[in-house]
């Protein structure tokens, strides 16, 4: 499997040439097949024919580039209400907002907090839960998806 940095390097041309943006990607490896999801923005919003077009062309490059081995499905997704987060400018978007993290080390026994994104200082995240504020850098994070509020 190529590295995830070579994976984001070789895409996001190809995403941003067809009119989206780049929002992100998971890979998951599950056992013989391994799923890679990319989601895809758009100011105006995804279609469903959005996805279809950047997919098709992924699965292209990816057909000629063949940076993963073995086999995988590909699925090409808006991110949804519940967008995940990858990056500080997306953090920085979301100031405010209610989010779910999930951490790569536990901190203080536990790795999933659910709170009030506060700030964004430098490469970190500002989050209350309850009575308390939490540090995390970045790049201790697994996993961070916005809490939809209906």
């Known amino acids: ?5 070579d994976l984001y390097q070789l895409l996001k041309p190809v995403v941003e040439g067809m009119g989206c943006d780049f ?18 923005d758009k100011e ?3 279609l469903v ?4 077009k950047v997919s098709r062309q992924i699965s292209a490059i990816l057909d000629v580039e063949d940076p993963i081995k073995g086999e995988y499905t590909l699925e090409v997704s808006s991110p949804g209400w519940d967008r995940p987060l990858f990056n ?7 100031i405010g907002s209610i989010i779910e993290v999930r951490l790569q080390a ?4 536990r790795r999933k907090f659910k709170g009030l994104l506060a700030a964004v200082e430098n490469d970190e995240i500002v989050l209350q839960v309850d009575a308390e504020e939490f540090i995390f850098p970045v790049e201790t ?4 998806n916005v809490v939809p509020q209906y």
């Open 106 to 109: 536990p901190f203080n026994g």
């Open 1 to 5: 499997m190529a590295r995830k940095d």
């Open 88 to 94: 500080v400018e997306q953090y920085k978007a979301y």
């Open 141 to 144: 994070i697994d996993k961070a």
């Open 44 to 46: 105006s919003g995804v």
């Open 23 to 40: 929002w992100g990607m998971d890979y998951i490896a599950q056992g013989k097949r391994s799923l890679l999801r990319i989601y895809i």
């Open 49 to 52: 024919d959005d996805c279809e």
